[in-house]
């Protein structure tokens, strides 16, 4: 299972970097040549079958991961649960999902639309979690999407895929502090995501997060390629909320911040 799990893993990171150039790099400025530990991966999509939250999780309770926290972003019109292995080298995961009925009809009816193209039978194979995109979307689509959600253009553009990674602050050797990873990734040229403030959260809430913005990708819409936000990445530090143990969790006020890595800056 663990060999399974790892493969996933090794999967979704190639897929990822793919469309996120910025992520090896990340690897190489901060690691130094040393592994580099995720504290966690997260994935996006839809609260419509087959592709619901849970359908996307049952591949990580397949592997033996239990059900942590769940999340609520009310501005965002936006659910998340987060999933944790007892398996402590093996990341968190982090999913969310874009709460669709609150929404427009029209953005309701595109949604339906490019999620009537997934087979069912293909959401339960093991390549569905970086199987891109299932649809055909116009750069106009994406525009009208963009406009009520950009969550939701976000998904339209690259559908099934981590949308980050997360570096494992605690387990980075040469650093203690985010701000100093933070420092590092300026002086090397990142920009870093300042919505909330370049740290999001803090001690007394057990987790710091600070994150890239996204990089910007070409994506081939059915009439033209244009260049848009992808993915980023993550740097988690979490506090201990008793000797010995981490707090596990996610914090939504920080996530909420988070999510803003993929707008336009
Ligand atoms: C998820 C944003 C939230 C976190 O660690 O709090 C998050 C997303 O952008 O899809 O990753
Ligand atoms: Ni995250």
Redesign the pocket.
């Known amino acids: 299972m663990s060999q399974h799990v790892e493969q996933l893993f090794e999967r979704l990171w190639q897929d990822y970097i793919s469309r996120t150039p910025s992520a090896p790099k990340v690897h190489e400025v901060l690691g130094k040549g040393h592994p580099i530990v995720n504290d966690?991966v997260?994935f996006?999509t839809f609260d419509i079958a087959p592709v619901r939250l849970e359908a996307l999780a049952q591949h990580f309770l397949d592997l033996g991961y239990k059900e942590g926290g769940d999340y609520h972003f009310e501005a965002k019109k936006l659910r998340a649960k987060h999933f944790e292995h007892e398996d402590p080298t093996l990341p968190k995961v982090?999913i969310?999902e874009l709460m669709t009925e609150e929404f427009s009809d029209s953005l309701q009816a595109k949604v339906k639309e490019m999620v009537s193209h997934i087979n069912p039978e293909d959401v339960k194979k093991d390549d569905f979690l970086y199987s891109g995109t299932h649809w055909q979307v116009s750069h106009e689509d994406y525009q009208a999407l963009l406009e009520e959600s950009e969550y939701a253009a976000w998904m339209a553009a690259f559908g099934f895929c981590a949308?980050?990674f997360?570096v494992s602050v605690n387990q980075l050797p040469g650093y203690t502090d985010l701000e100093e990873v933070n420092q590092t990734l300026k002086d090397n040229g990142f920009k870093l995501n300042t919505s909330g403030g370049e740290i999001k959260g803090s001690p007394e809430v057990y987790l710091e997060?600070s994150s890239t913005m996204a990089n910007h990708h070409p994506v081939e819409f059915s009439d033209k390629t244009v260049e848009i936000p992808s993915c980023f990445y993550?740097f988690?530090k979490r506090y201990e909320i008793e000797p010995g143990k981490l707090y596990s969790g996610?914090?939504a006020a920080?996530?909420d911040k988070?999510?803003e890595?993929?707008n336009a800056s």
Do not use: K
């Open positions: 966690h997260a996006r982090f969310s949308n980050h997360t997060q993550e988690a996610f914090v920080s996530a988070i999510f890595s993929t």
